[in-house]
């Protein structure tokens, strides 16, 4: 018998039970619409994901359950279609015996779940708890639920189908136990978030378990932004063999119908891969667009230099928002170059934004006078060059306040991560929109969104922006190999020690300098009080600064170079 299974690629909103309900409801109805009998909605589609320490608030529950009958409520019309739809969920039984109780922060949880729901004409008729319990990089789902090893499987149209959650397919026992059970066909409902080359692990992940069960999988993720986080979509079902039969594209929001015949799925539209460059562009762009709508501002403020860096950061808030929501500022002082404002000018008219000069001569020559009588016998130094960026801050904060739209800093993760950035300066701001992209990355994504004819516009950064030294135009003749190792050399010693967790041994051994290793290690190091300060940004590597990276700031260790 043929049943066809719609896998609902949503992006919610954390704490939106109404709207994420919405947005269930209504892939519901095109999923009838479209003959089919199961829908496979993410995991924790109806709360959001990740929902962080609102798991620790019993109302939080309690509003996910009302929500959950509202959803099996709005769900009667459509007769005979299967819904399995993720959602935290309390449950009394397990722990303290009232589902109000208080949840006691730093004590394992016993009685709150990551779990999945079954709702059929307008019932929950099952649910599905997690077992495998993700708490490493972005995740600490330790913290807020308990597992429980129990597996679920219900009958379509003589078919079983097994759930499991996300990381319980990434280990061996979940889908064993529910291949024991009976399963034929596994559902796993995921909030999978995004980095670079994630889309192949998950891919290899799930063939291990078919080779292990001999189980086709039908994998259905989120998509979307919750703060740094994003997921990509790029749901997929694998047969039995392993072989992609059917595949959504990424970052884009929507639904697709797969039809099995009983437990084989048929083949049918499997979405391109997007080269490295194209999945991080797009990760940026649903970064800002979801950050900035998801929050209610109005748009988004930059401060353009006449950088690669900021160039870069306007271009995606422009196919973000729309170049009517963006407003770039120009603020030149003595030691900026006539060709950064040229280029400026030239590269907010191409893309169509509102721009501005404001000079910071006056302001800074006022900051000099009067500090002359603190500063007297004392050289200028990066003193001096730091006032000039907080000057810029400043003026970028206080068009924020008083028009409402928030400021997208522009430090790429290089610079961070060396502390080559201003406290309360170029780091004042709302959102970092790169702070997880290395610059030789900077100037790859710029290359990428000046030739994508997916864009209306092309060609959008001027070529001279990606072809001058990078400069902070903070003194006279500057440039960022002044003060920093090239950067193709920085960027690599940042990945190997930071990203991969390799010794400094390793990476001298593998040809860098001893004196670069040293010092990007060493600037790492010094630095961690200054990245502590700095607002969250998109994540794109596995290993990101903030969630991901949790160093000591006060710490007396330095790693031996043998």
Known sequence: ???????????????????????????????????????????????????????????????????????????????GLHVVVGHPHRDAAHGHGKANAPIERGVPPVD?????????????????????????????????????PKPFVFELDGVKYGVVICEDVWHAPAAQQAKAAGAQVLLIPNGSPYHLNKEAVRVDILRARIRETGLPMVYVNMVGAQDEL????????????????????????????????????????????????????????????????????????????????????????????GAERVRAVMMPSRYTADISTTDAAEMARRVGVRYDEIAIAPMFDAFRSSLADEFAGRAEDATEENIQARIRGTLLMALSNKFGSIVLTTGNKSEMAVGYCTLYGDMAGGF??????????????????????????????????????????????????DSLPPYEVLDAIMRMYMEEDRSLAEIIAAGYAVDDVKRVTRLIKINEYKRRQAPIGIRVTHRAFGRDWRYPITSRYTEPVE
């Open 230 to 321: 994003v997921f990509d979509g790029g749901s997929f079902v694998l047969d039995s063999q392993g072989e992609m039969v059917a595949k959504m594209p990424q970052f884009e929001e929507g639904h697709a119908i797969v039809e099995f015949d009983g437990a084989r799925p048929v083949p049918t539209t499997v979405a391109p891969e997007l080269s490295l460059e194209a999945q991080v562009y797009a990760a940026l762009v649903m970064g800002v667009r979801d950050y900035i709508n998801k929050n209610g501002f109005p748009g988004a403020l930059i401060g353009l230099s006449g950088g690669v860096d900021s160039a870069l950061v306007l271009a995606v808030a422009c196919d973000a928002l």
């Open 432 to 481: 970092a929109v790169i702070k997880d992209i290395a610059k030789t990355l900077v100037y790859r994504l710029c290359h990428y969104r000046n030739a994508a004819t997916t864009f209306p516009k092309q060609d959008i950064i001027p070529e001279r922006i990606l072809t001058r030294a990078p400069s902070a135009e903070l003194r006279e003749n500057q440039t960022d190999q």
């Open 112 to 148: 709150t779940f990551n779990a999945a729901s079954l709702i059929v004409d307008g019932k929950v008729t099952g649910t599905y708890l997690k077992q495998d319990l993700p708490n490493s990089e972005v995740f600490d789902e330790k913290r807020y639920f308990a597992s429980d």
């Open 1 to 79: 018998m043929k049943t066809r299974i719609a896998l609902a690629q949503l992006n919610v909103t954390v704490g939106d039970f109404a709207g994420n309900v919405a947005k269930i409801v209504a892939a519901a109805r095109a999923a009838h619409n479209d003959g089919a009998k199961l829908l496979v909605a993410p995991e924790l589609a109806l709360s959001g994901y990740p929902p962080e320490d609102l798991l620790l608030r019993p109302a939080f529950y309690a509003a996910s359950a009302a929500a959950l009958a509202d959803l099996a409520e709005q769900l009667k019309p459509f007769a």
